[in-house]
Antibody
């Protein structure tokens, strides 16, 4: 059973870079069967997609965050990570990592079926 | 950018059928999925590829998608079905979420 766990600082200063890691257990991050993604949720608001990838394939980003977000994979640690630069108060949210699957081979179209518990990130000096 | 629109709230009596809609331009040409989220918890996938149920999701959850609207239907709604529901689709190589619908069972 695949499980995900987010980790990283709960407090980030404005203008700095937010860095989060998601540790994967119960499956290999280098498997082409899974997608790996980040979704966030500001307090009291809805879900917002940040980005996702399939290992050794293209990385997909939200157009609104593409200029500041970077997703990466560390196969030696079975982890994937998010870096979000130049944060402001608007980036304060619960950040979820998630794993998904695609509906068709060679397509990005799919859903996220495994979610981490989420980690709250506050932006303040 | 592509948008998915959901009603802010839906109310249903226990045992009745709840319908939650998700509207987007030519959404029926894409695939929709649905997540259920309770306060303080992570979302759970309840419908994918318009009408497919993941393992462990009760049969009372069903979905459809045609034209500009995808619909999540919960038959025989139970108190434990309360919470927020989000639709999601892919458009132009990115994921789009609807704004969410709060389902109240009363």
């Amino acid at each position: 059973q695949l499980q995900l766990q987010e980790s990283g600082p709960g407090l980030v200063k404005p203008s700095e870079t937010l860095s989060l890691t998601c540790t994967v257990s119960g499956g290999s991050i280098s498997s082409s069967s899974y997608s790996w993604g980040w979704i966030r949720q500001p307090p009291g608001e809805g879900l917002e997609y940040i980005g996702s990838l399939y290992y050794s394939e293209r990385t997909y980003y939200s157009p609104s965050l593409k200029s500041r977000a970077t997703l990466s994979v560390d196969t030696s640690k079975n982890q994937f990570s998010l870096k979000l630069s130049s944060v402001t108060a608007a980036d304060a949210a619960v950040y979820f990592c998630a794993s998904g699957f695609r509906y068709y081979y060679d397509s990005s179209d799919g859903a996220f079926d495994i979610w981490g518990q989420g980690t709250l990130v506050t932006v303040s000096s | 950018s592509y948008e998915l629109t959901q009603p802010t709230s839906v109310s249903v009596s226990p045992g009745q059928t709840a319908s939650i809609t998700c509207s987007g331009d030519k959404l029926g040409d894409k695939h929709a999925c649905w997540y259920h989220q309770k306060p303080g918890q992570s979302p759970i996938l309840v419908i994918y590829q318009d009408r497919q149920r993941p393992s462990g999701i009760p049969e009372r959850f069903s979905g459809s998608n045609s034209g500009n609207t995808a619909t999540l239907i919960i038959s025989g709604t139970q108190a434990l079905d309360e919470g927020d529901y989000y639709c999601q689709a892919w458009d132009s190589s990115t994921v789009v979420f609807g704004g969410g619908t709060k389902l109240t069972v009363l």
